[in-house]
């Protein structure tokens, strides 16, 4: 509860004091003349795979999200390598007139790119490390027009503790003799929450799973992307249990995460094949994910347009 609080803390101070537009949500239009829009912003990856997985969810979501007559649009973007970009989303949302739009970042925890990157590429933050890394990631800034609301991440709420323990169980078939290595991305930056994140992870597997004994690695930019943090994961494991479920803390299919460097770090582990378990999925697809992003959209807009009833 502390962590929401900061988290909701700290998008209030950014959002008033370099707000994406001048107007707040009481000099805003009046209801009957806004235009609420919606954007899922995901990481963005160079895998077909990946981008469509989220691309899936913006389908899943879509219909539910547009039945309330307060949300004209629903869109998705990706933060970087490639398009649509936020600030592609963002100029089209402009062009249409839209005077609010509901920011949905498709991220477990916080992190730079949650934290710093996305605020400052929609003008809420100006933030110079973030400026410097999105100009030499050539990704484009853009300060809308549009008041821009963003919602809380995915970790305030127990969706991921449910959707690993899911997949847990079903490759588990000895529970005492099993250990789990989750491995995620990680942040260098926020690299406190992250380690917070797996071990809330890890406990509620034990609690729901029976598999009392797991370890974390990294396998995103903060570990250099070597598959040998993989390895150590496993062998943490291995120590005192006789096989390791590897999990994939990942939000969608991404060959180089799943296949390779995760592969790589388990192929380094003698007789893998035997001690072991392991199926390259990810997080995407949960209907559990689905409903979270109708259910905070359905807040936003509530808070947004109040005066305007729900279509049920």
């Not at 909701?8 to 609420?36: F, H, N, P, R, Y």
């Not at 005492?176 to 995620?184: C, Q, Y």
């Not at 590897?246 to 388990?266: N, R, S, T």
Request: hydrophobic share 40%.
């Amino acid at each position: 509860m502390k962590r929401l609080y900061v988290y909701l803390l700290a998008l209030l101070v950014i959002a008033s004091q370099w707000g994406c537009g001048t107007k707040t949500t009481s000099d805003s239009a009046s209801a009957t003349e806004q235009k609420i829009g919606v954007l899922l912003v995901n990481h963005g990856s160079h895998s077909p795979t990946w981008r469509q997985a989220l691309l899936d969810l913006d389908s899943s979501v879509r219909e539910t999200i547009l039945a309330d007559e307060r949300v004209q649009e629903i869109k998705t973007a990706f933060m970087e390598y490639t398009e649509p970009s936020i600030a592609t989303r963002m100029k089209e949302f402009d062009e249409a007139g839209f005077t609010d739009v509901i920011i949905v970042p498709v991220f477990l925890t916080v992190s730079s790119h949650s934290f710093d990157d996305i605020p400052t590429i929609l003008g809420l933050k100006t933030d110079p490390g973030s400026l410097e890394t999105l100009k030499i990631e050539k990704i484009e800034t853009y300060k809308t027009k549009a008041t821009c609301h963003i919602t809380p991440l995915l970790d305030f709420t127990d969706i991921l503790q449910k959707n690993i323990a899911r997949r847990v169980k079903e490759l588990s078939t000895s529970p005492a003799d099993e250990g789990l290595a989750l491995i995620a991305y990680g942040d260098a930056g926020y690299n406190t929450e992250w380690t917070a994140l797996m071990d809330t992870v890890g406990r509620y597997v034990n609690s729901v799973a029976g598999i009392s004994s797991y370890s974390y690695g990294w396998c995103g930019h903060i570990a250099s992307y070597d598959p040998v943090h993989t390895t150590n994961a496993i062998n943490d494991v291995l120590k005192n249990r006789k096989k390791a479920i590897v999990m994939p803390v990942l939000v969608a299919h991404d060959e180089m995460f799943q296949v390779k460097i995760i592969g790589d770090g388990i192929k380094a582990i003698e007789n893998h094949k035997e001690c072991v378990i392991y199926r390259p999925d990810a997080i995407l697809p949960d209907p559990n994910i689905r409903q979270w992003v109708i259910d905070v959209v359905g807040a936003h807009v509530d808070k947004i347009s109040p005066n305007v009833a729900s279509v049920e």
